[in-house]
């Protein structure tokens, strides 16, 4: 977590009477894509290749890919291939930065 001190002056000292300051705490953790049902409806990706993207924009490698799902990287390989197609990216960089944009607020 990252941890912010946010002094309180002047007229918030109406609501925080007899506080210094608010802590705020901010968590860090790897991103997460957006739900694989959500990339197949916007992209029209397979389940496999939305579940591929998702995981690219969790910041995974082909290989992590492999091991985590049990199918070889030439197979993860072709579904990033066609990921790239379908969302017209050039680069698994351009995917993960698409995935971020399409992602859902937190609420």
Do not use: N, Y
Request: proline share 6%.
């Amino acid at each position: 977590m990252v941890a912010h001190m946010i002094p309180i002056r002047r007229t918030a000292h109406d609501i925080f009477v007899g506080c210094a300051g608010v802590l705020v705490l901010t968590p860090v953790t790897r991103p997460q894509g957006p739900p694989v049902e959500l990339l197949q409806s916007l992209f029209d990706l397979s389940v496999a290749e939305a579940r591929v993207a998702r995981h690219l924009a969790g910041g995974a490698t082909v290989e992590e890919i492999a091991s985590r799902s049990g199918v070889a990287k030439s197979t993860i390989r072709t579904q990033v291939r066609g990921v790239l197609e379908k969302t017209g990216c050039r680069r698994q960089s351009e995917v993960v930065a698409l995935m971020g944009s399409v992602a859902l607020p937190r609420v």
